[in-house]
């Protein structure tokens, strides 16, 4: 299936008068990678490790890759076959012991609520009659207690700020900080690569970084916590991050591709 793929690529630069270095200069993919690529056997395809760079050096060169076809076997047939009737009778079964279910706990459960609404009932009842007398005389004193203190509170704060108008200044203005302070608080995002790999760093609502990184080399960014940061590649084993100097964790498997949200 890739073959033709395989010789295109060469067939291609050449014909454009390209030399392997005026690539790599251009795609930022090395020439040692470059060579691989097109010195690669039809059967080494899938499992090369650098095979999100052998399709964007494709790209580049206007070659369009080959679409992998899946073929089904009789015995595939047949496995999907008794798995979907084996899904269909556990499922079958699963409703049936839901609607057993049904039938005998909502009865009790039903049971259950009016007995222990009777027995609240008679309880509140009872309370009720015993705090009558008493209600009201309670509720008069907290009342003129709760003003009391209400007028108290308000004289202390008047003459407060009257006497120091700098302190209430100073609470508004650390307020207003503190707001600020955690609004625009930033974390220290640094993701490191141990191959040549290619990522797209992005926050949702823009593209922070798209390019091919080397082995060895670190990308450090500062990034708001409120954000929602992700990191797009084409195999996302070759990369790892850390936060804020943290430990360090990898972000995926080799060869995996796709795009994964930091926090």
Known sequence: MYQNFLLELKNQREARG???DDLSKETNISKKVIFKIENLSESEVDSFPQRH???LYAKHLGVEVP???VTFTNSSIENSTKLSNNLSVANSTLSLINNLKFQILLPLFLVVIILSFNYSLKNNNLSVEL???NTEIVTQNNLENNSAENKFLNFNQLNTE???PSLSNSKRST????NKQNFLETVSLSILFDNEVWIEVDNSKEILVSQVFKEGEELNL???KNDE????SGNMGLISIKVNNGQIKFLGSIGEIGRKQIF
């Open 18 to 20: 390209f030399s392997v």
């Open 53 to 55: 760079l052998l399709f």
């Open 229 to 232: 940061i992700f990191v797009t």
């Open 222 to 224: 500062e990034v708001s």
């Open 131 to 133: 705090k009558s007398d």
């Open 162 to 164: 009257k006497l120091n």
């Open 67 to 69: 679409k992998k076809k």
């Open 175 to 178: 307020s207003l900080s503190d």
